[in-house]
Protein backbone atom coordinates (compact mmCIF):
# COMPACT_ATOMS: atom_id res chain seq x y z
CA UNK A 1 0.00 0.00 0.00
CA UNK A 2 1.51 3.44 -1.00
CA UNK A 3 1.53 6.11 1.61
CA UNK A 4 2.34 9.80 0.02
CA UNK A 5 5.03 10.57 2.48
CA UNK A 6 4.23 14.27 4.26
CA UNK A 7 6.58 16.60 5.66
CA UNK A 8 4.65 19.42 7.89
CA UNK A 9 6.34 22.20 9.82
CA UNK A 10 5.15 23.91 13.30
CA UNK A 11 5.83 27.46 13.56
CA UNK A 12 4.84 27.14 17.08
CA UNK A 13 4.26 30.74 18.49
CA UNK A 14 7.26 32.01 16.13
CA UNK A 15 7.36 34.13 13.36
CA UNK A 16 5.74 37.56 12.21
CA UNK A 17 3.91 38.06 9.10
CA UNK A 18 7.04 39.69 7.74
CA UNK A 19 9.42 37.20 8.51
CA UNK A 20 7.13 34.33 7.88
CA UNK A 21 6.36 35.47 4.55
CA UNK A 22 10.13 35.96 3.61
CA UNK A 23 11.18 32.54 4.94
CA UNK A 24 8.22 31.32 2.91
CA UNK A 25 9.78 32.87 -0.19
CA UNK A 26 13.20 31.45 0.26
CA UNK A 27 11.40 27.86 0.84
CA UNK A 28 9.08 27.95 -1.85
CA UNK A 29 11.90 27.38 -4.57
CA UNK A 30 13.68 25.30 -2.98
CA UNK A 31 10.78 22.46 -2.39
CA UNK A 32 8.84 22.99 -5.60
CA UNK A 33 10.14 19.68 -6.86
CA UNK A 34 9.28 17.52 -3.50
CA UNK A 35 7.66 14.02 -3.97
CA UNK A 36 6.19 14.75 -0.75
CA UNK A 37 2.94 16.75 0.84
CA UNK A 38 4.36 20.04 2.02
CA UNK A 39 2.54 22.37 4.55
CA UNK A 40 3.59 24.71 7.37
CA UNK A 41 1.26 24.94 10.26
CA UNK A 42 1.76 28.28 11.53
CA UNK A 43 -0.21 30.91 14.48
CA UNK A 44 -3.84 31.49 13.66
CA UNK A 45 -2.97 35.36 13.13
CA UNK A 46 -0.66 34.83 10.69
CA UNK A 47 -2.69 32.66 8.12
CA UNK A 48 -3.92 35.18 5.86
CA UNK A 49 -0.38 36.65 4.98
CA UNK A 50 1.17 33.04 4.71
CA UNK A 51 -1.94 31.90 2.86
CA UNK A 52 -0.96 34.46 0.45
CA UNK A 53 2.53 34.18 0.49
CA UNK A 54 2.58 30.79 -0.44
CA UNK A 55 -0.03 30.75 -3.29
CA UNK A 56 1.84 30.05 -6.39
CA UNK A 57 3.88 27.04 -4.42
CA UNK A 58 3.19 23.44 -3.75
CA UNK A 59 3.52 24.60 0.57
CA UNK A 60 -0.02 24.09 2.30
CA UNK A 61 -0.68 26.19 5.20
CA UNK A 62 -2.00 24.54 8.47
CA UNK A 63 -3.68 26.00 11.75
CA UNK A 64 -2.13 24.54 15.25
CA UNK A 65 -5.78 24.18 16.70
CA UNK A 66 -9.15 24.40 15.92
CA UNK A 67 -12.21 24.58 18.47
CA UNK A 68 -15.16 21.41 18.18
CA UNK A 69 -18.29 24.39 18.05
CA UNK A 70 -19.11 25.93 14.85
CA UNK A 71 -19.34 29.40 16.78
CA UNK A 72 -20.71 31.06 20.30
CA UNK A 73 -18.98 32.57 23.33
CA UNK A 74 -15.45 30.90 23.36
CA UNK A 75 -13.02 33.41 23.84
CA UNK A 76 -9.66 32.91 21.98
CA UNK A 77 -10.62 29.85 19.76
CA UNK A 78 -10.83 29.46 16.06
CA UNK A 79 -13.60 27.75 14.30
CA UNK A 80 -13.62 25.95 11.20
CA UNK A 81 -14.85 28.13 9.16
CA UNK A 82 -12.61 30.81 9.97
CA UNK A 83 -9.94 28.64 8.78
CA UNK A 84 -11.83 27.17 5.35
CA UNK A 85 -12.04 31.04 4.71
CA UNK A 86 -8.29 30.80 4.29
CA UNK A 87 -8.39 27.21 2.76
CA UNK A 88 -6.48 25.91 5.14
CA UNK A 89 -5.94 21.81 4.66
CA UNK A 90 -4.51 20.57 7.81
CA UNK A 91 -4.94 21.33 11.69
CA UNK A 92 -2.84 20.08 14.08
CA UNK A 93 -5.27 18.51 17.23
CA UNK A 94 -3.87 17.54 20.36
CA UNK A 95 0.20 18.85 20.25
CA UNK A 96 1.75 18.07 23.49
CA UNK A 97 2.51 21.48 24.53
CA UNK A 98 -1.67 22.12 24.18
CA UNK A 99 -1.84 19.08 26.65
CA UNK A 100 0.90 20.20 29.14
CA UNK A 101 0.39 23.84 29.54
CA UNK A 102 -3.27 24.60 28.28
CA UNK A 103 -5.82 21.48 29.90
CA UNK A 104 -6.28 19.63 26.57
CA UNK A 105 -7.54 16.24 27.49
CA UNK A 106 -7.80 13.33 25.18
CA UNK A 107 -11.67 14.14 25.39
CA UNK A 108 -11.50 17.75 23.67
CA UNK A 109 -8.91 16.17 21.45
CA UNK A 110 -11.54 13.58 19.98
CA UNK A 111 -13.41 17.17 19.66
CA UNK A 112 -11.72 18.68 17.93
CA UNK A 113 -10.41 16.15 15.69
CA UNK A 114 -13.81 15.35 15.42
CA UNK A 115 -14.94 18.36 14.13
CA UNK A 116 -12.05 19.19 11.22
CA UNK A 117 -12.59 15.97 9.72
CA UNK A 118 -16.80 17.16 10.02
CA UNK A 119 -15.36 20.04 8.05
CA UNK A 120 -13.41 18.31 5.52
CA UNK A 121 -9.71 19.28 6.45
CA UNK A 122 -7.27 17.11 7.80
CA UNK A 123 -6.73 16.50 11.24
CA UNK A 124 -2.57 16.12 12.03
CA UNK A 125 -2.99 14.29 15.70
CA UNK A 126 -0.30 14.41 17.93
CA UNK A 127 -0.10 11.83 20.79
CA UNK A 128 3.66 10.60 22.59
CA UNK A 129 4.74 9.61 26.01
CA UNK A 130 6.63 11.02 28.16
CA UNK A 131 10.06 10.48 29.61
CA UNK A 132 9.19 9.03 32.68
CA UNK A 133 5.98 6.92 30.53
CA UNK A 134 8.98 5.83 28.35
CA UNK A 135 11.40 4.92 31.42
CA UNK A 136 8.28 3.11 33.33
CA UNK A 137 7.65 0.88 30.14
CA UNK A 138 4.26 2.93 29.82
CA UNK A 139 5.01 4.14 26.05
CA UNK A 140 2.36 1.62 24.35
CA UNK A 141 0.04 1.30 27.12
CA UNK A 142 -0.60 5.43 27.04
CA UNK A 143 -0.37 5.64 23.34
CA UNK A 144 -3.04 2.58 23.61
CA UNK A 145 -5.64 4.92 25.71
CA UNK A 146 -4.57 8.38 23.71
CA UNK A 147 -5.63 6.29 20.00
CA UNK A 148 -8.64 4.68 21.71
CA UNK A 149 -10.15 7.97 23.18
CA UNK A 150 -8.78 10.16 20.72
CA UNK A 151 -10.05 9.00 17.72
CA UNK A 152 -13.24 7.38 19.28
CA UNK A 153 -16.33 7.58 16.88
CA UNK A 154 -14.07 8.76 14.15
CA UNK A 155 -15.63 7.30 10.96
CA UNK A 156 -12.77 7.10 8.49
CA UNK A 157 -9.37 6.57 10.37
CA UNK A 158 -7.97 7.10 6.45
CA UNK A 159 -8.49 10.79 6.66
CA UNK A 160 -6.70 11.34 10.08
CA UNK A 161 -2.66 12.08 9.55
CA UNK A 162 -1.44 10.82 13.22
CA UNK A 163 1.70 12.21 14.11
CA UNK A 164 3.93 10.50 17.20
CA UNK A 165 5.84 12.83 18.76
CA UNK A 166 7.39 11.35 21.83
CA UNK A 167 7.73 14.18 24.49
CA UNK A 168 10.74 13.92 25.91
CA UNK A 169 12.09 14.28 21.80
CA UNK A 170 10.62 17.85 21.71
CA UNK A 171 13.02 20.68 21.51
CA UNK A 172 15.50 18.66 23.59
CA UNK A 173 17.73 17.46 20.56
CA UNK A 174 17.50 14.44 21.82
CA UNK A 175 15.73 12.48 18.56
CA UNK A 176 14.35 8.91 18.95
CA UNK A 177 16.75 6.73 16.99
CA UNK A 178 15.36 5.32 14.25
CA UNK A 179 14.47 1.67 15.39
CA UNK A 180 12.45 3.60 18.69
CA UNK A 181 10.51 5.71 16.22
CA UNK A 182 9.83 2.77 13.79
CA UNK A 183 9.06 0.87 16.45
CA UNK A 184 6.37 3.08 18.06
CA UNK A 185 5.36 4.16 15.18
CA UNK A 186 4.85 0.30 14.08
CA UNK A 187 2.60 -0.38 17.43
CA UNK A 188 0.76 2.81 16.90
CA UNK A 189 -0.09 1.13 12.85
CA UNK A 190 -1.03 -2.11 14.77
CA UNK A 191 -3.30 -0.28 17.31
CA UNK A 192 -4.86 1.37 14.29
CA UNK A 193 -5.74 -1.77 12.82
CA UNK A 194 -6.87 -3.22 16.12
CA UNK A 195 -9.48 -0.17 16.91
CA UNK A 196 -10.95 0.30 13.18
CA UNK A 197 -9.34 -2.15 10.10
CA UNK A 198 -5.89 -3.14 9.32
CA UNK A 199 -6.79 -2.39 5.75
CA UNK A 200 -7.51 1.41 7.36
CA UNK A 201 -4.25 0.92 9.36
CA UNK A 202 -2.41 0.65 6.52
CA UNK A 203 -3.39 3.49 4.60
CA UNK A 204 -3.26 6.33 7.53
CA UNK A 205 -0.31 8.39 7.10
CA UNK A 206 2.44 8.60 10.45
CA UNK A 207 4.46 11.43 10.75
CA UNK A 208 7.77 11.31 13.75
CA UNK A 209 7.78 14.62 15.17
CA UNK A 210 10.50 15.59 17.73
CA UNK A 211 14.35 17.40 17.03
CA UNK A 212 13.73 15.65 13.53
CA UNK A 213 15.90 17.85 11.47
CA UNK A 214 18.26 18.06 7.87
CA UNK A 215 20.58 15.50 9.21
CA UNK A 216 18.85 12.80 10.86
CA UNK A 217 15.70 12.94 8.44
CA UNK A 218 17.17 10.54 6.11
CA UNK A 219 17.26 7.55 8.72
CA UNK A 220 13.75 7.79 10.01
CA UNK A 221 12.52 8.37 6.72
CA UNK A 222 13.68 5.34 5.66
CA UNK A 223 11.66 3.26 8.01
CA UNK A 224 8.80 1.43 6.73
CA UNK A 225 6.35 3.08 8.81
CA UNK A 226 7.39 6.53 9.18
CA UNK A 227 5.43 8.22 6.41
CA UNK A 228 6.67 12.32 7.62
CA UNK A 229 7.09 14.19 9.77
CA UNK A 230 5.90 17.17 12.08
CA UNK A 231 9.17 19.53 12.34
CA UNK A 232 9.40 22.27 15.10
CA UNK A 233 12.71 23.84 15.46
CA UNK A 234 14.07 23.29 11.90
CA UNK A 235 10.93 24.37 10.39
CA UNK A 236 11.30 27.79 10.76
CA UNK A 237 15.00 28.29 8.52
CA UNK A 238 15.94 26.80 5.18
CA UNK A 239 16.65 23.15 7.17
CA UNK A 240 13.04 22.46 6.34
CA UNK A 241 13.65 22.41 2.56
CA UNK A 242 16.30 19.76 3.00
CA UNK A 243 13.68 17.97 4.86
CA UNK A 244 11.12 18.03 2.50
CA UNK A 245 13.97 16.91 -0.46
CA UNK A 246 15.01 13.99 1.84
CA UNK A 247 15.38 11.86 -0.64
CA UNK A 248 16.84 13.68 -2.78
P1 LIG B 1 11.07 20.16 17.50
O1 LIG B 1 11.28 19.70 16.07
O2 LIG B 1 11.46 21.58 17.73
O3 LIG B 1 11.62 19.19 18.48
O4 LIG B 1 9.47 20.15 17.71
C1 LIG B 1 8.76 19.04 17.34
C2 LIG B 1 7.32 19.36 17.44
O5 LIG B 1 6.80 19.52 18.53
C3 LIG B 1 6.56 19.52 16.20
O6 LIG B 1 5.19 19.61 16.46
Not at 47 to 63: C, F, L, R, V, W
Not at 87 to 116: C, L, M, P
Not at 187 to 207: D, H, M, S, T, Y
Request: proline share 4%; glycine share 10%; hydrophobic share 40%.
Amino acid sequence: MERKPFIAGNWKMNMTAESGAALIKELAPLVKDADCDVALCVPAILIPAMTEAAKDSNIAIGAQNMHWEPKGAYTGEISADMLKEYGVKYVIIGHSERRQYFGETDETVNKRTRAVLAAGMTPIMCVGETLEEREGGLTEKVLAKQLETDLAGVEDVTKVVIAYEPVWAIGTGRTATDEQAQETIAFIRKKIGELFCPKCAEKVVIQYGGSMNAGNCKGLMAQPDIDGGLIGGASLKTDFATIVNYNK
